[in-house]
Antibody, heavy 118, light 107 residues
């Protein structure tokens, strides 16, 4: 059974970068397509980006283009999401999730709270 | 980008009621739509995928329908544990886009 365990909460200053990890267990990363979703406090869900199952390349939402980088380390079955040039509006809970190739995101990490504050 | 318009934004119903939430896509997405339930303080959980397929372990009172641009999530008999916010997601093409959410409460 797939489990996703994310890294702990982060507090960052505006302009800094944050790198959130998501450790996969129960499957090897090479078999999965992983995505990231964020939720600003009191707001809805927002897709950040994911790996294209066709070619394994990351695809990002336009909102985050140029500031977000998603990477995978298959040796440790861990995916990473790095967001740079942080601003207060990036304060949110960031979730990783497994995509079943078009059959929904059925397994989610517990979420990582990123707080951006001076 | 495909826009997803979800309605209503909030809903209050009595236990046992039939509840319907709709999502409309700004262009056709075939059956590329999933529904998620999120309870306060928890990660979202998958209810329905590919428009009408019930995720394993989800109670049969939940159902999904639709294709193209118009989709519906139905709860046939509302239970107290269904209090949550519900989201649709089009995963037909990138960038994926969520609906705005529907907050469901019990009267």
């Amino acid at each position: 059974q797939v489990q996703l365990v994310q890294s702990g909460a982060e507090v960052k200053k505006p302009g800094a970068s944050v790198k959130v990890s998501c450790k996969v267990s129960g499957y090897t990363l090479i078999e999965l397509s992983m995505h990231w979703v964020r939720q600003v406090p009191g707001k809805g869900l927002e897709w950040v980006g994911g790996f294209d199952p066709e070619d394994g390349q990351p695809i990002y939402a336009q909102t985050f283009q140029g500031r977000v980088t998603m990477t995978e380390d298959t040796s440790t079955d861990t995916v990473y999401m790095e967001l740079s040039s942080l601003r207060s509006e990036d304060t949110a809970v960031y979730y990783c999730a497994r995509d079943r190739m078009g059959d929904g995101m059925d397994v989610w990490g517990q979420g990582t709270t990123v707080t951006v504050s001076s | 980008d495909i826009q997803m318009t979800q309605s209503p934004s909030s809903l209050s119903a009595s236990a046992g009621d039939r509840v319907t939430i709709t999502c409309r896509a700004s262009q056709g997405i075939s059956k590329g739509l999933s529904w998620y339930q999120q309870k306060p303080g928890q990660a979202p959980s998958l209810l329905i995928y590919a428009a009408f397929n019930l995720q394993s372990g989800v109670p049969s009172r939940f159902s999904g329908s639709g294709s193209g641009t118009d989709f519906t999530l139905t709860i046939s008999s509302l239970q107290p544990e269904d209090v949550a916010t519900y989201y649709c997601l089009q995963d037909y093409t990138t960038p994926w886009t969520f609906g705005q959410g529907t907050k469901l409460e019990i009267k």
